[in-house]
């Protein structure tokens, strides 16, 4: 490892590479303290194979050779920094673990020790890029890096981390306007559940980014718990959904217990926010009274620039400017040509947006000594800005959804929500408190058209639901499959004279070439669309330059071109 000046700042640039957080927090107890030796000696990164969230599956098919880990033992003390040095994995032979569990690891090379290994002041921060943080393996996103820099590699590492990829991801101002419920709907094949991770991204961040990055963070969202994904199916009840009494068989007698859905916990996560965001309002002075005295200083004749203390044990920053829209401030380093929107503060502090909306690092402090100006009266009171959920319900016209909605109809209405003009709140079977449904939570479900056997949307459910069409976008395929596509979709669309039945573009993006797309999933849907009818289905084909024959003594289909 670099043994080398440890006061010298050590610059790292990414590139095109990823940066993780490796915590060996399995092996932190003083017991397993001659396995962690042997990892290090080794130069490995170790992690159960069946670790949960995805984690064990991120460690052998995610990570690339040349990409970046922080090693961590937990909470408890900081090792290195490493690069990933191989793009194979392998299992850790079991006479080392001696437990008979699949651990893996990968090759690394260590680049610099841990200058202060004892991160003491971290404990409090539970982020997941923290070694007090639930996880055991973690990407840094680009998003994250300037506070990670600041808080965790420069102080302890005496390193920083620069990627080119921070500038492409989209900060807006102000979180768009969406309705609170939508239904994406579209034959088989169009994206519409790739979609809603998007969307639910961009309901709570107001950003808009690539599907990869959204992914990356739905996945935080979810653990956070302001996103949650359901599929409805024909046995889904109201009790599934929302509250139920149901037999509780751990106990030898026979006892009932009370059940929350998952609508059910999702409107009282979203409520209680939303109400400690409207009580913080009341205990707070308006935004630009307090801004004014902030800035006072900049409007002196002997202008004195203010300082901002970002998070313990990190350096600070000075705010040097005031402009109509932004302010100018100046970073430990020297430089003077970043900016803070004054529209982003405004949205800040009246809980109108989230934290994770903007640079946290620097939008944090400054946002804290706003608070703490404008707080009214003697009592400490919390400030929580008002947050978004969102709740993804797949396929939603395969549960009876008269059935299982029951009442919550008339609630999902926005002037019947929680605060609005016309709010309505109903009384729950077996409850003695009213129930309403408030105006941060969002709903997003998905119908597949071309699913006739299963419910039709109610009307009442309709009207409620703004509805968006997903059909086949030819222009994400090749040459080749666009063509026989829109081939098939032609003679579709004649014999049934409806969209809902068309094939989606996502049946051909992938590396399955045509004739194993046609066999194993455009032709079993052509079967389901025209009931078993194998004329109907050769006829579609005749034209294109396929050739697809049902042989009726092999009972199979055969395909040329």
Known sequence: MDDGNQDKLLTISLGNHKLYKMSHGSFKTESDSEILETFKQNKWIVLHEETGRGQGERFKNELEQGDYVYITIGAN?????????????????????????????????????????YPEELKRNR??????????????????????????????????????????????????????????YGPPGTGKTFNTIDRAVEIITGSRRSHEENKKVFDNLREEGQIEFITFHQNYSYEDFMLGIRPDFED????????????????????????????????????????????????????????????????????????????????????????????????????????KQVNEFYYGPLLDKLVKKGHIGNEKSKFVPLKRYVLIIDEINRANISKVFGELITLLEEDKRIGANNELMVNIPNEDKVFGVPPNLYLIGT????????????????????????????????????????????????????????????????????????????????????????????????GSSWSVKYDTEQYDWQIQQ
């Open 447 to 542: 119908m597949n058209t071309a699913d006739k056997s299963i419910a039709l949307i109610d009307i009442a459910l309709r009207r409620r639901f703004e509805f968006i069409g997903y059909f086949p976008d030819y222009t994400l395929l090749s040459d080749e499959k666009r063509s026989i596509l829109r081939h098939i979709n032609k003679e579709i669309h004649e014999r049934k004279k409806s969209a809902d039945y068309l094939i989606g573009h996502g049946y051909f993006m992938n590396s399955i070439g045509i004739p194993d797309v046609l066999s194993n999933k455009v032709i079993p849907l052509l079967m389901e669309y025209f009931s078993g009818k194998t004329d109907i289905v050769e006829e579609i084909f005749k």
């Open 252 to 355: 030898s007698s026979l006892k009932f217990r009370r059940t929350e859905g998952i609508f059910y916990k999702m409107c009282k996560r979203a409520e209680k926010n939303y109400l400690e965001a409207n009580k913080t309002k009341e205990n707070f002075r308006p935004f630009f009274n307090v801004f004014a005295e902030f800035v006072e200083p900049l409007k002196r004749e002997e202008k004195e620039e203010i300082e901002i203390k970002s998070y313990p044990g990190t350096s600070s920053f000075w705010i040097t400017e005031l402009y109509p829209n932004y302010l100018g401030f100046r970073k430990q380093s020297g430089k003077e040509n970043d900016r803070l929107s004054i529209d982003a503060l405004h949205n800040l502090y009246e809980g109108k947006m989230d934290l």
């Open 127 to 184: 982020k997941h890029i923290y070694p007090s943080g639930n996880s055991t393996l973690t990407e840094i996103l680009p998003q994250r890096l300037d506070e990670a820099n600041e808080i965790l590699f420069k102080p302890y590492f005496g390193v920083r981390f620069a990627s080119d990829k921070i500038t492409t991801v989209k900060k807006d101002t102000n979180i768009p306007i969406f309705p609170c419920n939508t239904i994406f």
């Open 77 to 117: 003390e900081l090792f290195a920094i490493a690069r990933i040095e191989s793009s194979r994995w392998n299992y850790v032979p079991k006479n080392i673990t001696n437990d008979g569990k699949p651990w893996i690891y990968r090759e690394v090379k260590y680049l610099k020790d841990a200058i202060k290994p």
